[in-house]
């Protein structure tokens, strides 16, 4: 399974979400400020260009139910939004459908109807492992909880992606990290990492004005994001999404606080060379002007932005100027210094 098929996301602001997570605030994020409709989804999919009337002439969707807690809806409820795709299965338009749901709100009985309406992916808002941190959260179930719902996701053959959050309240690196740890375990298809943004109209901006939560800074989450992403590069775990998709909302205010950057994907990339690369040169014998080979693509992850990762190792191995060669032959996130001569 891809994890980056073509999809068509479908926006359900808090449908189905049984508690209000702390950090939490789907209209604001998604700039939606009315309930999710059957005709809207309909309406979605024409805007896409999707036809009943006649065979897919390109590549399919795949339909993402994002937002809300899917399967938290009742069933009637979500067969009458299910109903609305089908149409568009038959004539080839939408390939599958993947739906946001949370941990506690998995059975048995709901993944055998999903199967049923071509649902194929479950994304799992998991948040945590950590249970005090879900606690402090809001998020109303257990880290045991996580475990059964991907036990049972898996069993069925459904594929699953799994999401976390850093910087939640009551969290620390090491429990972000523990909870990259402990998602890895259990084999996801996919993950998203998201660092906690302070959205204005939360119950967790009202925590950070009375000074109750100490604000998680975007160097605070790329400083640990870059802990978290060769973790799941080694286990060959596809990372879908780092951070918040950039909006309009977000970066017009709404994110009054926290790690949104509308590229922060890129800052934890390069942040993941800059690391790797001063592993390697420590206890090194440096030149004056040291190379570091890097994949052709990797040229301004290694480089960062503005040269800051260059400027940041000049500053850190006593001024030694470094060049960053693109080189074919080293694979993709190495960094090859060769021996210096001298």
Known sequence: MSPRNRILPVFIPH???PYHCVF???NAIT??????SVEMVRNELKQAGCRQDMECVAEPYEVAFYGGSFTAIPEEVQKEFLSVVQPYRKSGWIRSVRCSTRPDAISLHNLSFLREQGVETIELGCQSMVDDVLFRSGRGHSAGDIREAADLIRSQGVHLILQMMTGLPGSDPDKDFLTAVR???MKPDGVRVYPTVIIRDTPLYDLWQKGEYREHTVEDAVSICSRIVPLFHEKQIPIIRLGLNPSDELSGGIAAGGAYHPSFGELV????MRNRAEDILRNRHLSDVTELHVAPSFVSKMTGNRRCNLEYL???FSGTVFR??????VPEWDVVVP???G
């Open 15 to 17: 449908l189905g979400c």
């Open 24 to 26: 939490c605030n789907q």
């Open 31 to 36: 700039g939606q400020d009315y309930s999710a």
């Open 183 to 185: 998602l890895a375990d």
């Open 269 to 272: 990339y390069s942040r993941v």
């Open 314 to 316: 000049s500053s850190t």
């Open 324 to 329: 960053v060669v693109p080189d074919a032959f």
């Open 339 to 341: 021996l210096q001569k």
